[in-house]
C-alpha cells in the first residue's frame, strides 16, 4: 500500500526567504506527482504535474523535483511572500488504475 | 470557466437524514471522484467512477452511494448521516479513462456537519 509522508507538517518562515517542501512516498511505481495548494476553506489547486520520465518542472517561483529512485518529491519555493501561506499537498498517481494517494500536507505561513 | 462545481457549500443536517451531494465538470473528463478530507487523515477516496456507467467503491465507502448521471455529473448520497460523516467533501475529475495516473482538478468542496 502506497504511504506518502510531508514533513514537517507545520513550516513558518520569514518574508523572502527560499524554501523547499518534502513529500516522500514507498511504492516508487508512481505514474504522475502532481503538488497541489489549498487556502483555508478552498479546494485543492493544481501548482505542478511532474511525470514519471521527467525530474522536474518549474512554474514561476515555484520548481518541484522528483526522485523516485529515493521516493521523494520536493517543491521548492523562491522568494516567499505572504500570499503564498497556504497548506500545501503532494499526491502520487500510480500506474494503472488504482486510487490517488495523497500526503497530509504541509501547512505555510510566511511571515511580512 | 467553471471546471468542477460542487453543491451545496454548506449543509448541516440531523442524525438519520439524507441528503445528496452534487457535482458537476464541464472539462469533458472521463473520471471522477469522490474524497472527504478530514484534519490529520488528509483526502480519502470514497467513490470514484472511471468512466460514464461505471462506479466503484474507494477506501471509505461505506454509508455512501454514488450515482454517476451522465458523463458531467456525479452525486454522492448519504442515506441516513452520521456524525461520523460530518467532514469536508470535495468531487474532483481527471481526463483519461485509465483515470487514476491523470491530473485531478477539484471543486471548492461542500462542508457538512452532522448533529
Known amino acids: 500500500k502506497q504511504e506518502v509522508t510531508q514533513i514537517p507538517a507545520a513550516l513558518s518562515v520569514p518574508e523572502g526567504e527560499n524554501l523547499v517542501l518534502n513529500c516522500s512516498f514507498t511504492d516508487s511505481a508512481i505514474y504522475n506527482l502532481q503538488w497541489f495548494r489549498q487556502d483555508p476553506g478552498k479546494g485543492l489547486t493544481s501548482l505542478l504535474l511532474i511525470q514519471s520520465s521527467q525530474r522536474e518542472q518549474t512554474s514561476g517561483r515555484l520548481n518541484a523535483s522528483l526522485d523516485k529512485s529515493s521516493g521523494r518529491s520536493t517543491l521548492y519555493i523562491a522568494a516567499s511572500q505572504p500570499g503564498d501561506s497556504a497548506t500545501y499537498l503532494c499526491a502520487v498517481l500510480p500506474w494503472g488504475y488504482q486510487k490517488v494517494t495523497f500526503g497530509t500536507g504541509t501547512k505555510l505561513q510566511v511571515i511580512p | 470557466n467553471a471546471g468542477v462545481t460542487q453543491t451545496p457549500k454548506f449543509q448541516v443536517l440531523k442524525t438519520g437524514q439524507s441528503m445528496t451531494l452534487q457535482c458537476a465538470q464541464d472539462?469533458?473528463?472521463?473520471?471522477m471522484y469522490w474524497y472527504r478530507q478530514d484534519p490529520g487523515m488528509g483526502l480519502r477516496l470514497i467513490y470514484y467512477?472511471?468512466?460514464?456507467?461505471?462506479?466503484d467503491k474507494g477506501e471509505v465507502p461505506n454509508g455512501y452511494n454514488v450515482s454517476r448521471l451522465n458523463k458531467r455529473e456525479f452525486s454522492l448520497r448519504l442515506e441516513s448521516a452520521a456524525p461520523s460523516q460530518t467532514s469536508v467533501y470535495f468531487c474532483?475529475?481527471?481526463?483519461?479513462?485509465?483515470?487514476?495516473?491523470?491530473?485531478?482538478?477539484f471543486g471548492d468542496g461542500t462542508r457538512l456537519s452532522i448533529l
Open positions: 474532483a475529475s481527471s481526463e483519461a479513462s485509465q483515470g487514476v495516473g491523470q491530473p485531478q482538478h
Open positions: 472539462m469533458n473528463h472521463n473520471s
Open positions: 467512477s472511471a468512466s460514464e456507467g461505471t462506479t
